[in-house]
């Protein structure tokens, strides 16, 4: 039961344990293994549909697969598996904190509001998340596309 346990061991257990773990087998070992195999979206959405599967919770498997989908997509692009393992421990450690209630209270009420019976996120919230979350692709995108500019600067043309 979460009362009786420390938070810090709860976190290690529940969000740093499954984020190294769950990162290794579907976007080291899975991803890796098909990359060669299948197109880039292909691949991107094999390993997003894996991870929402291996869940076991129907009612969630959907919203996991986007995330899945959205880790598969951080690794890809970063070329490294740690950026997919420090989201996926976020991810993980905030939904240990909202268990706990162990928030800051501006934080907990907007959790516990979501979570009660019939209720979900505000939906400035999600537009907020969503459009973080778009912003950093963009980022992340046009950072990619001015390193290889840079690259292609100083690499004569062969």
């Not at 979206?41 to 094999?46: D, E, M, N, Y």
């Not at 959790?111 to 009660?116: P, S």
Request: charge should be positive; include cysteine.
């Amino acid at each position: 039961h979460f009362d009786d346990a420390p938070v810090p061991l709860l976190i290690a257990v529940l969000a740093l344990s499954p984020a190294i773990c769950e990162e290794c087998l579907f976007r080291g070992a899975l991803m890796s293994g098909l990359r060669k195999a299948m197109p880039t979206w292909a691949l991107f959405l094999c390993v997003a549909v894996a991870f929402g599967v291996s869940h076991l919770v129907i009612q969630r498997m959907t919203l996991t697969a986007v995330s899945g989908l959205v880790l598969t997509y951080m690794v890809w692009r970063s070329g490294s598996i740690f950026p997919g393992m420090l989201v996926h421990f976020i991810v993980n450690a905030t939904a240990v904190l909202i268990q706990t209630q162990k928030l800051p209270t501006a934080a907990l009420t907007i959790a516990n509001r979501a979570l009660a019976e019939g209720a979900g996120f505000p939906f400035w919230l999600l537009v907020v998340a969503a459009t973080l979350c778009m912003l950093s692709v963009l980022i992340i995108e046009f950072g990619e596309k001015r390193k290889r500019e840079r690259t292609e600067l100083i690499r004569p043309p062969s």
